[in-house]
């Protein structure tokens, strides 16, 4: 079975209808956060760079399971906000020694090996500022393995595009992957990309995740082969309002032909019965 991929919205109401009637957000919440540590192999100096959103919670949660591994990570907050599942973890972490770094000094991450990035998630859109701007800047900034929790922070969850955003080593997306790490800028800055299915029900079946390799398949007979800029130029969108999996389906219904829309390393694949992403750095 392929594996999905979703806009924010549906990522969103999936998540609330979840946690309304299956699973409490708190329990989510750690479940992100063992997803993130099962999927990488945690060693040497941690930081995690933690925003005042749930996306901050899943790196105090992440703390708390590093701390129940032997590894004493330190972490680092861009507000002192917290959310109300996020402020659980952090008071936990903190009162089972977990250490806390500060932003304010020069260079913060020198001599960390991994640096987690869970400063935003993928319900923001714009432009980053203030303190979440300058963690970015220094994360990008340093010679540690970075991971991004969920979604790159300062890229679009549903267009891919950024103004600034974190470079990851490796990205582990949340629950399902969204439309925004094949799209716009998302490649510059995805090293690698994987999911983790945390029991989160979608409300609604989108898209699918196929193999890159694999698609010379749908690019024989009856498609039509676009670049990102042809297609955008025949939609009318930009950048910034593309949304490639609604276009994708009406282009391929009304012209009844395969679609098939590719960049260097992503693409947007419409086939009549479905609209697939893929990417090079994307694994299945």
Known sequence: MLPPVVTVENMRLSDAQTIKNRVPSRELMRRAAQGIFDAV????????????????????ALACILL?????????????????????YYDTAMRCGCEEGSLSVPNPFTGFDIVVDCILGTGFAGTIQGSAAYAVEQINACDAFV???????????????????VVSDLTVSIGAYKTGMFLGDAAEYIG????????????????????????????????????????????????????????????????????????????????LNYVYFAADYAAL
């Open 41 to 60: 192999r945690f060693v040497g100096k941690v930081a995690i760079v933690c925003g005042s959103g749930n996306n901050g919670g899943d790196g105090y």
């Open 192 to 271: 690698r990309l994987v999911n983790v299915d945390i029991g989160i029900e979608l409300i609604r079946d989108e898209y699918k995740l196929m193999d890159f390799e694999q698609l010379h398949l749908f690019e024989g007979y009856n498609s039509d082969i676009l670049t990102m800029e042809a297609f955008i130029q025949e939609t009318g969108a930009t950048r910034e309002t593309l949304k490639a999996g609604e276009y994708i389906a009406e282009m391929t219904k009304a012209r009844y032909r395969t679609i098939v829309v590719k960049t260097e390393h992503t693409a947007v694949v419409g086939d």
């Open 147 to 165: 991971i991004s929790a969920d979604i790159n922070s300062g890229l679009n969850g549903d267009t891919g595009v950024a103004e600034l955003a």
């Open 68 to 88: 129940g591994h032997g590894i004493t990570p330190t972490i680092f907050r861009v507000s002192d906000k917290f959310s109300d599942d996020g402020l659980y």
